[in-house]
């Protein structure tokens, strides 16, 4: 089968080289020629960096108008504000029948990509892979993460075609929206601190944050709760010290999209959250700050 991938960033272009390894065919679909260019001076390859060495996947690429019509698999890892675009510039050439996954960050978009793509089968995936880019196609692998995939619309029971090889292992979900929300959960609570105060992950362990820190996981478990959604066995805050340990030396991915002038996901994230409890009633006046002033930040930028 011959995998389409939109969004060329890092989990796309690592999930480019771990389709590839399952024996699937696999194309990026790039914004421009530029982009093309770019993939070209890189050899035309993937590059993840191992132990000192790196490991090259040769796949394909073409830019988006370049792309044939009867795309039959489709994978969407764009920015979660770039999704609807994005796929509404692929739709016309993409089969009626495909497949299509979206792995992406935050929640929200997901209901519109799905309305978008009808009639087609949509699946979802959570990932924790860690990693980043030291240029446009080479990868600095940080942790190879968990990826958890399941049914979000149209779909049959089992993984898409190609996704039971993939290793590490993909775990099938089927409940694959309290997925989303247990990411969306701890990215709401990381994300905008380290934004802010531009600090590693692991910072929010400090006394300093104590406070905010568990204040923010109350109101983030509020709106879950109200949404009918488990989040996890332990209390948030409890586990975002874990995931904060675990990734202490990360810079959160909202950290890097700040800090170089790019727009962050906080609509998806913080934004998504403080819609969700305004239509539930819910008063969560950090969670709805912290997101006011990301987003300010983000018109600042754009402007
Ligand atoms: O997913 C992340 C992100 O940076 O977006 C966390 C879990 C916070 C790890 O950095």
């Not at 089968?121 to 080479?138: E, H, I, K, Q, Y």
């Amino acid at each position: 089968m011959h995998w389409h991938i939109l969004g060329a960033g890092a989990i796309g272009c690592l999930y480019a080289a771990r389709l590839a390894s399952a024996g699937c065919r696999v194309t990026l679909l790039l914004r421009n020629s530029q982009r093309l260019d770019a993939f070209h001076a890189a050899d035309s390859a993937i590059s993840i960096s191992r132990d000192g060495e790196y490991a090259r996947y040769a796949v394909a690429a073409q830019t988006v108008s370049d792309a044939e019509p009867g795309i039959s698999h489709l994978l969407v890892t764009t920015k979660a504000h770039e999704s609807e675009s994005a796929i509404s510039s692929i739709l016309p050439k993409v089969a009626a029948d495909a497949q299509v996954v979206l792995l992406q960050n935050g929640a929200g978009h997901q209901h519109h990509s799905v309305q978008l793509l009808a009639p087609r089968p949509v699946w979802a995936g959570v990932t924790t892979a860690g990693v980043r880019r030291s240029d446009s196609f080479t990868l600095l692998p940080a942790g190879a993460g968990t990826t958890r995939l399941g049914p979000l619309a149209r779909c049959p029971a089992s993984l898409p075609d190609g996704w039971a090889r993939i290793e590490p292992p993909v775990i099938a979900d089927a409940q694959i929206e309290n997925a989303i929300w247990q990411k969306l959960a701890v990215n709401a609570a990381i994300n905008p601190l380290t934004a802010i105060h531009g600090c590693l992950n692991g910072d929010l362990q400090n006394d300093q944050y104590r406070d905010t820190l568990e204040t923010l996981c109350r109101e983030i478990e509020s709106i879950a709760t109200r949404c009918g959604y488990h989040l996890f066995d332990r209390p948030l805050y409890e586990q975002v010290l874990e995931v904060a340990r675990q990734t202490a030396l990360n810079r959160s991915s909202m950290l890097e999209d700040v800090s170089q002038g790019r727009r962050s996901e906080i609509e998806f994230i913080n934004g998504f959250l403080a819609r969700t409890a305004r239509e539930q009633a819910i008063d969560a006046p950090l969670n709805l700050a912290l997101y006011e002033q990301i987003a300010a930040q983000d018109s600042k930028e754009s402007a």
